[in-house]
């Protein structure tokens, strides 16, 4: 009986928070009042899929669906991103028929790396990727490390895991296991010989503590290691990404499935690669992957793309508080060789809480922008100061970068001073308040 109010209170309470444009996590919230363990009592599909990480994981969970789909499977997901264990509950009471058998043949989690252990205390995934682990959002997730011991206890004896081989945090996770497949991007032109940049969390052995040594990176610290004391490196590798020309936008996967990228990001192709990987353990073939995945557009307009004036512009939207997320599209500024400018914005620190706190602005590489087709940068939002002593800390000369503290203003002077290509780089809360000052694309 109380399994049936539960399944009735949280279809009703999502049905009627539609309506009145709430989000999904209240309906799954009250569910679990009147039944706490509601999770153990519904019938789940045979495939539970879950996703984890500091970076992308929307993105990943996306593309998942879409193969998936076109796979001829059905698909559940929490496509609005809620993603802890109340958001996770309504997902799949929504789902269920009052009898709570979930009409679905795949269940897939996009999963809170923090919280995942307490949504997975009443079922386990089938698979779980786990896509990397950086630095991100300090004041709410501390330290990489302090998330891995926070994952840890959701990872279920039976779950298969689904590695980055090429980060030296998250692949630890395969300690102890069997049940363990690797995904990892293959040596390419883009690598640097050794980690570099502002910081370098991979200096030290996750495992041992010992001092790591590198044949290569992709970006930041991640790609080949090898502990100098414990032995702990990159593992060969189940699916593999070769042959990565970012600057045409090719990429192969395992040596005979071409990907035309929509989008030339070392960060897209890790997405990738973990999607393929999962879909490929799901049984499904790579021709239907290639078709899905040449030309993806990713539906969460993390690439918008807009017109200002004479300008042609790019959003590149990265998670405030995380430096890796910023690096990776201020590195794709960097490898696009044409005339541009570039607007950094930093209004709002976090869509959910108020901190000021800005130390995460000393961890991105924004000397990656001193390069000569960068034209000129423009820092913006309420907290262009704090970016403005950032700024004077980097190589670039002062008279290429200025400050207009408000959002609509940069616009406007954007959009009469010249036609170079524009790029944004913005957060997920900041977005919208320049969106609202140009013609969007697409
Ligand atoms: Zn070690």
Known sequence: ??????????????????????????????????????????????????????????STVEMIAAILRADGQRVVYNEE????????????????????????????????????????????????????????QLTRNGHPEWVYDAILPALHPDTKLLLNADDPLSSCFAEGRKAVKWFG???????????????????????????????????????????TRCGHHK????????????????????GNTTIQLAFCSIYNVYNILAAYAVCRECGVSGETIRQVINHYILKNGR???????????TLLTSKHENSIAYDTNLRYITSTREDCVVLVIVDAVSRKYFTSET?????????????????????????????????SFTSLPADRWTVQPDIAAAAAELAESGSEELYVVTCFSDRDKFLSHVKKEG
Request: with cysteine; proline share 5%.
């Open 235 to 254: 593992m060969e590798t189940d699916y593999t990404a070769t042959a990565l020309d970012l600057e045409n936008g090719v990429l192969t996967l395992d």
């Open 303 to 313: 690439m918008q793309t807009f017109t200002l004036g004479q300008r042609h512009g």
């Open 185 to 227: 991007l293959a040596p390419c032109a883009s690598d640097l010989p050794a980690p570099g940049g502002v910081y370098h969390d991979g200096a030290y052995c996750p495992l041992c503590h010992a001092p790591m040594e590198y044949d290569y990176v992709h970006y930041n610290h991640i790609g080949s290691y090898r502990c």
């Open 359 to 391: 130390s995460w602005l000393w961890d991105i590489d924004f000397d990656l922008l001193n390069c000569d087709h960068v034209k000129k940068v423009v820092l913006s939002g309420q907290y262009c100061n704090d970016l403005a002593e950032r700024f």
């Open 1 to 58: 009986m109380r399994k049936f109010l539960a399944i009735l209170v949280c279809k009703l309470g999502r049905f009627v928070g539609k309506l009145i444009g709430k989000g999904s996590s209240m309906p799954g919230k009250a569910a679990l009042k009147l039944c706490p363990d509601i999770l153990s009592r519904v019938q789940l599909p045979p495939h539970i899929i879950a996703v984890t990480g500091s970076n992308g994981k929307t």
């Open 81 to 136: 991103g809620s993603n802890q264990i109340e958001g996770v509950t309504t997902l799949i009471l929504t789902n269920a028929t009052m009898g709570g058998r979930v009409k679905a043949d795949v269940l897939l989690i996009e999963s809170d790396e923090r919280y995942a252990a307490k949504s997975f205390r009443f079922f386990h995934p089938t698979e779980f990727v786990i896509t990397n682990l950086y630095r991100d």
